[in-house]
């Protein structure tokens, strides 16, 4: 069968094929901009659905409540709370670890399950062997993570150090669970999967080893559909009060829950803002092209007229051609956006987030959606030029254009053009007819600078978060946590073991800091007002002592959640012993990128809590080369809990970041360089198309390839030159942007741009220049120099 | 050759023969193509279109190069230059005045002038030129400013601000109506005059002719006639 085409649907072919280069360059940038939507997207729904599939299959928890013991009868009072569905106490250890052949401090936090069947709520996935024998002893199930990070198997062997009690047990299986998706170590700041583990245990042994037979310390509840979390959290806390609670928490504060949903609510941003960025680039350059081709098609566009097509017709075979780059960019964005969705998705897998099984989706919808944006704004970039093809009469369009009107410019009038030869003015003269367009080129290159810039920041605003977090602030070596408030004379003790130069005791204790209608439910750090280990920043950045009497919040902490400044008298509800609740002045506010925190000084908070000398932990300075004694040294000591060790956490978190930065990077420089390239090639090309019968005529009087290439090219690097340091104020700005939609009560990222990154930005535009320039050149030198001649433009 | 006056030898052609191949048809433009032309002489190629003479204009401008023959400017031989010599050649010694003027619309009268003299080793000033085709009051207007006849004499005052050996104009009244072509052709006239630059104007308009030293006529590619004008008729008496 012979394939026959409509002769406007060939012409349409015919010109995307000579045009192919822009097509191509046009289509790259849509292709940038669908790519980050796909990729967010699909990330975003597959992560969502995966979640919530997870979540509903293993009963995650509604309701948590942490406590310090109650009888087992207490749950029964719990469990009439009008609303309570389904509820499940709990045995829950914190534990230190030891693993063969890993001298490093490990902490570990041992959960019950059941021994009469498999957990009514937060349900375990087993992935390799099987979950523990009811009323065994020493079984135990394993976190992925830390079965992973020590390459573990059901039959080896571990040992825990529980209430002081040194434990063998046996890995019988590896898990995930619903709870622990993000695993992270209390008080510590990025996932340590070598150095923090949780474990699953029979009921009936922890309990026997916890000293919890006939108790519980943790409790976790689903709630009837319709139900008022708030109302059930109050009557827990009621209840649970007695019995040491530190306050129910609903599942939206649950700290892996958390964490998963505020990474989820950048992938939104992502999908917003840089498709944003890409389309609205895509548009410009279509409109830009179309224009160009209505402008040298205009006579065609006559005598098809003159023919007898309709307006409709005309105006429907741009949109036509319009819709085929369309389709080209969308149609590669959407592979390329799923493959970096995929690889997203791995890496999410493999670092941050651990779920059984990952459903990778391609909604469908995902397609449409990137198509109906990309044709929106490729369209809408359009329209004025397909109009004005549509407006034409036929006997309009055949007669030439109008030459164009040109100027003297504000340099010469302000009396510079002797410095300017004719081909500079001429420069000059081209940049300033066309304002808009020259300045819509310079933002679309500039964007490739930002984009790249900020695909390189994140790298310099980790490094800067750690340095800030760990070489000024917490500066410890090690943090020890002990396994109850204990005697601040304990610290001498610490500060005569080998290897220990130097000592800093805190206490912390567990709180509802309130002010006006705002709350948070946060510890209260107790810290040395002159301490060097632990210290917290001003804005900074240099070290300030906390004073005497009152709380310094951290900048996010006061400004974000609590709204309170200086002066302001803040209500703090203590959850520990007596529950005190008194009113505090706020003394200052601190700067802090990762977590947030109240600071008293220690003495202070010892008074409120109306104890002596009592701290809860310390912070250690050890000699280098001495840390695996002190680790030993501290690990047979029954009173210390756990141990994070600040170096080895930096160094395991760079491990798990790495390959995030790394993949951001790629995908960022591949973006960038298809706007850079796309925007650089497309003005070059029209440009050459616009002044290509100028510059044969120069060629004709005796200008070689290299001089007419000065007029054609400057004016594009006039262009990207001056993409440059606009390019960084985009970078600047969007950097600004991505600042603002991260912050969270997790993290903030540093507005901190190092040179490295305005380098960068600076390349992509230099090298896409370079690279168009080059193709440009090739150009030059097929100049019909004779046909120039004998046509009238 | 039968020219009055026996100046210096500034072109000589021999043999000159250019084919076009378009796909697979070999279109010949020039068949054999014997010609001198001498300094300071006005040189009017006449013939209907595709009799070849624009090709042969192109060929002694260094815009083009032949299939066969040789051309020689002076002791150069133009057929053996590559790109950069021919550019060379053009930059520094070739005057075009084209059709459809061809000026560039971003510089103004004066610069458009001033583009080529820039480049030029010994060049007249761009007033100086423009004030010869009559254009001294209009120094500072840009191409849109300017009529059709205007355009074309600043392309002219464009092509000799240069101090050209020789002035190649192709159809320079084409697109212009008799009236506003005289003016031209006044200037044209009076540049070869006064400068004695060797001028070369292709027209397929016998009227014109008639301002010529010396005509050569051109039918599918060869020379059908080359004869002297008695009496050569100023630019204003002619009318068409």
Known sequence: MKLSLAPLDLKLLRDLWHMRGQVLAIAAVIMGGVATLVMSLT????????????YAEYRFAAVFAVLKRAPESVAERLRAVPGVERLETRVRAGVKLEVQGFGDPITGLLLSVPDGGPPQLNDIHMKRGRTVEPYSSN?????????EAHRLEPGDKIAAIINGKRKALTVVGVAVSP????????????PDFKRYGVLWMGRNALAA???MEGAFNNVTATLARGTQVQEVIDRFDGILAPYGGTGAYPRKDQFSNRFLSEELKQLQTTATIFPAIFLGVAAFLLNVVISRLVALQREQIAILKAFGYSHLVIAGHFVKLVLVVVVIGVGAGTALGAWFGRGLSDVYMETTFRF?????????????????????AAISGTLIAVFRAARLTPAEGMRPETPAIYRTTVIERIGLQRWLASPSRMIVRHIERRPLKAVLTVLGIACACGLMMVGNYQKGAIDFMVDVQFRQSAREDLSLTFIEPTSGRVLHELAALPGVTHVEGFRDAPAILRFRNYSHRHALFGIQPDGTLHRSLDRRLQPVSVPAGGVVLTDHLANKILHVQPGDMLTIEILEGRRRTVEVPVLGITQQFLGVSAYMQQASLNELLREGNVVTGAYLAIEPGTEPLVYAELHERPRVLGMVANDAAIRSFYATIGEFVLFYNLVSTLLAGAIGFGVVYNSARIALSEGGRELASLRVLGFTRGEIAYILLGELAVLALAAIPVGMLVGIGLVGILVQAFESELYRLPMTLTSENYAMGAAVIVVSALLSGWLVWRQLGKLDLVAVLKTRE | MDAVERNELVFRARGLTKIYRMGEVE????????????????VVLLGPSGSGKSTLLNILGGLDTPTAGDVYYLDHNLTAAGDRDLTLF???????????????????????????????????????????????????????????????????????????????????????????????????????????TLTVLITHNAGIAEMADRVIRLSDGHVIESRTNAVKKPAHELSW
């Open chain 1, 43 to 54: 990330t975003y729904d597959s992560l969502t659905t995966t979640r919530d599939r997870f």
């Open chain 1, 139 to 147: 079984e135990v199930v394993l976190s992925d993570t830390f079965a």
């Open chain 1, 179 to 190: 709870e622990y998706v993000y695993q992270i170590a209390p008080g510590a700041m990025f």
């Open chain 1, 209 to 211: 080893a916890y000293d």
């Open chain 1, 356 to 376: 059984p099984y990952l459903d990778y989706l391609l909604n469908p919808g995902v397609v449409i959606v990137a198509l109906v944006v990309s044709a929106t």
């Open chain 2, 27 to 42: 279109v010949p433009a020039l068949r054999g193509i014997d010609l001198e032309l001498y300094a300071g002489e006005m």
């Open chain 2, 90 to 196: 053009r930059r520094d010694h070739v005057g075009f005045v084209f059709q459809f003027y061809n000026l560039i619309p971003s510089l103004t009268a004066r610069e458009n002038v001033a583009v080529v003299t820039e480049i030029s080793p010994a060049p007249m000033r761009p007033e100086e030129a423009l004030t010869l085709v009559g254009l001294g009051e209009r120094l500072d207007h840009f191409p849109a400013q300017l009529s059709g006849g205007e355009q074309q004499r600043v392309a002219i005052a464009r092509a000799i601000a240069k101090n050209p050996a020789v002035l190649l104009c192709d159809e320079p009244t084409g697109a212009l109506d008799s009236q506003t072509g005289v003016v031209v052709l006044e200037a044209i006239e009076r540049v070869n005059r006064e400068l004695g």
